[in-house]
Every structure is written in C-alpha cells, then in structure tokens.
C-alpha cells in the first residue's frame, strides 16, 4: 500500500467550476503538506504549504488538511484553462524528504 | 519564491555515451538537492539526496555508478548519467530546499528531457 493516494482523474470541468484535488495518507509521521501543479515537461510549481490541520488561502487556491482523518484538499475557484496541469500532493515528515502522490491531471474547458 | 534553474532542459545522445545535468540555485544556498525521475503520466521518483561536500544518498534500487552526483558548492549540483542506454530515457528534475532547515520549501528546476537512442 502507498503512503500517500491521489485521486488519479483526469479530472474535466468547464471554465468557473470549483474544482477539488484529494489525497490521503497512511503515515501519521507527516507533518508537512504541500500541493504542486506541474505543466507538460516541466517540474512542479510549489502552490500550497501546510503545516497543521485547517484551511490556508492564497487567491482562488484552498488547501485543507485533517490530521484526524489523513486526508488532504486542494480547492480551485473560479477555474481558468490557464489552471489545466497535473497536481501533484506531497508531504514531509521532519527528516524533509517528501512522498508524492502520483498526481491528477486537471482540464479546465473554456 | 526561489528559483533552482537546471538544463539543459532537452538532451538526445548516443547509445554508450554519458550525460550531465546541471542543477543551480540562483538566488539562495543549498545545502541539500534532490533529483528525481519522472516517467509519463507517474509521479516523481526520487533518485538521491545530494549534498553539499559529501557524498550523495542514493534510493534503493538507484545504481550509484550508473548516476553519478556531485555536489560541489552550495548552489550547484550535477548529475551525469554514464553509458547511458535507452531505457535512461525519462525526465530527469531536481530540487533544493531554500534554507538550511529540514522542512523548509522545497522548489524544483524545470527539468530535464533525455532521449538515448
């Protein structure tokens, strides 16, 4: 069993949708939680960094974490095709190496 | 946010020949890097921990000789890919974490596609 699951999608949702990317996990070693967004042939974009359970906010991006449960989101608002790429979760236990999920290709459809 | 820069970002080689990537921190000091192979459509997997005046701390399964890293200074790491065949064609990214802590973000280079025909 892997530590960490990722919805796999793809996932395909028409221009303004929310959109919600879900992981969970198996490890309760993780104490750092992290979501990237990688685009085709490139390496992955840092978009959210977590440290405890609860919601964080940066723009039209909500990550949401619930120790309790093992279990991580990403919410997208307002969903722009610019936002079509791979999310890929990730997280840290103290010795800083991190475990990625294996990523959800997103398509947002004008 | 920090910006590692890595390249070449595309390399096509011959059968038996050998491959450096180079990995950069450009605007802080790594004291540690990471590189990772990524096949299509999976996720990424990592290789070694490379760092700095040391030698680097290689994944199970990962053939030292085979992916050679050096960590030379606190903003430049390399890994050569030696006789390289075939199946070490993957896309190849690295990364480093911006500050000296264990936990501090971890940004990544934009990668590296290689092709061994």
């Known amino acids: 069993q892997k530590e960490v699951e990722q919805d796999p999608g793809p996932l395909s949702v028409p221009e303004g949708a929310i959109v919600s990317l879900n992981c969970t996990y198996s490890?309760?070693?993780?104490?750092?939680f992290m979501w990237y967004r990688q685009y085709s042939r490139k390496g992955p974009e840092l978009l959210m960094y977590t440290y405890s359970s609860g919601n964080k906010e940066d723009g039209r991006f909500t990550a949401q974490v619930d120790k309790s449960s093992k279990y991580i989101s990403l919410f997208i608002r307002d969903s722009q095709p610019s936002d079509s790429a791979t999310y890929l979760c990730?997280?840290?236990?103290?010795?800083?190496?991190?475990?990625f999920g294996d990523g959800t290709t997103l398509t947002v459809k004008p | 946010g920090a910006v590692v820069s890595q390249h070449p970002s595309w390399v096509i080689c011959k059968s038996g020949t050998s491959v450096k990537i180079e990995c950069r921190s450009l605007?802080?000091?790594?004291?540690?890097m990471f590189w990772y192979r990524q096949f299509p459509k999976q996720s990424l997997m990592l290789m070694a921990t490379?760092?700095?005046?040391?030698?680097?701390?290689?994944e199970q399964g990962v053939e030292k000789d085979k992916f050679l890293i050096n960590h030379a200074s606190l903003t430049l790491s390399t890994l050569t890919v030696t006789s390289a065949h075939p199946e070490d064609s993957s896309f190849y990214i690295c990364?480093?974490?911006?500050?000296?802590?264990?936990?501090?973000?971890?940004?990544f280079g934009s990668g590296t596609q290689l092709s061994v025909l």
């Open positions: 490890n309760s070693a993780f104490q750092y």
């Open positions: 490379s760092n700095e005046g040391s030698k680097a701390t290689y």
């Open positions: 990730a997280m840290d236990t103290n010795a800083g190496k991190s475990t």
């Open positions: 605007d802080f000091q790594a004291t540690t």
């Open positions: 990364s480093a974490r911006d500050g000296g802590g264990r936990n501090e973000k971890l940004f």
